[in-house]
């Protein structure tokens, strides 16, 4: 089994960023495949972006192409997403997961984006 151990969300203005980590254990993190989705209240959880173990193929929502970038560093196991020009509705909790059919999840951090 793995453990994935998000960090780093918070409280920012409009128009600012973050930069989340997700820390896993227990398994070859390098053979992995990695993403993010969140779940903003009274909404279903959603797909963010994800990451070949590779680190070289990404994939992101329509909604956030362009101002959030999801890498890996396979030396330490951890997997992060850069969120620029960040918007009151990217408020959500935000959950890291892993495998090719999802099947670990993390706690979720939350990220409040203010107007």
């Known amino acids: 089994q793995v453990q994935l151990v998000e960090s780093w969300g918070g409280l920012v203005q409009a128009g600012g960023s973050l930069r989340l980590s997700c820390a896993a254990s227990g398994r070859t993190f390098s053979s992995y495949r990695m993403g993010w989705f969140r779940q903003a209240p009274g909404k279903e959880r959603e797909f963010v972006a994800s990451?070949?173990?590779?680190?070289?193929?990404?994939y992101y929502a329509d909604s956030v192409k362009g101002r959030f970038t999801i890498s890996r560093d396979n030396t330490k196991n951890t997997v992060y997403l850069q969120m620029n020009s960040l918007k009151p509705e990217d408020t959500a909790v935000y959950y890291c997961?892993?495998?090719?059919?999802?099947?670990?999840w993390g706690q979720g951090t939350q990220v409040t984006v203010s107007s």
């Open positions: 997961a892993g495998g090719n059919g999802w099947g670990d």
């Open positions: 990451i070949r173990w590779s680190g070289v193929t990404a």
